[in-house]
């Protein structure tokens, strides 16, 4: 079946470390997309990429990389710098610049 | 900056009753979406309206939209239990931005 894979579920993140959530899609999207949602509120974009090799940045991407490098992935890392980063991280995907966009099932990064 | 604002924030009502919610907009928009989100998991897709169409339908869902008040409703008719999740609008213009969210309860 088709879908958008994120990994790994639950993630630790410990001070001054750098984690990296992995995303991984088989829709054949050439788009794909990060987004933050805190408790209770929408989504707030992080970073998107339209075609390998090639992203900007959103509306949050401070303390925030991304790369690009194959069609299939789209891997983000919360840098040291990000120093609120308790949050549930969710990635998409899209075929076109119109329409649906196709959500993994997230990953919830916490600060031990 | 978020583009759309839904309302109300929460919702419950008796299963079997109907269910609508508002998502209001600022700039001018390609299509507006609805998605759900079921706790703790991704969003998923429920339908799709272009700027130019008025009415849309899908199963127990009905979509409307005013683009000259800027303003979108989703109506869930004869609601379930499964309903329960938080609903989200989001506009796809010069970018893709999601609404705050609609929190629905359905009481069995």
């Known amino acids: 079946d088709g879908g958008i894979t994120q990994s790994p579920k639950y993630l630790f993140r410990k001070e001054g470390q750098n984690v990296t959530l992995s995303c991984e899609q088989n829709?054949?999207?050439?788009?794909m997309y990060w987004y933050r949602q805190d408790p209770g509120q929408g989504l707030r974009l992080i970073y998107y990429?339209?075609?390998?090799?090639?992203?900007q940045k959103g509306d949050i991407a401070e303390g925030y990389s991304v790369s690009r490098e194959k069609k299939e992935s789209f891997p983000l890392t919360v840098t040291s710098a990000q120093k609120n980063p308790t949050a549930f991280y969710l990635c998409a995907s899209r075929a076109a610049l119109e329409g649906p966009q196709h959500f993994g099932d997230g990953t919830r990064l916490s600060i031990l | 900056s978020q583009q759309g604002e839904e309302d109300p924030q929460a919702l419950s009502i008796q299963e079997g009753e109907n269910a609508t919610m508002n998502c209001s907009y600022k700039t001018s928009i390609n299509n507006l979406q609805w998605y759900r989100q079921n706790s703790g998991r991704g969003l998923v897709h429920l339908i799709l309206?272009?700027?130019?169409?008025r009415e849309k339908h899908s199963g127990r869902l009905r979509v409307t939209l005013d683009t000259s008040k800027k303003s979108s409703s989703l109506l869930i008719t004869a609601s379930r239990a499964a309903d329960t999740a938080s609903y989200f609008c989001a506009t796809d213009g010069n970018q893709f931005y999601f609404g705050t969210g609609t929190s629905l309860t359905v009481i069995p």
């Open positions: 309206i272009r700027s130019n169409e």
């Open positions: 829709l054949n999207h050439d788009a």
């Open positions: 990429s339209q075609i390998v090799n090639d992203f």
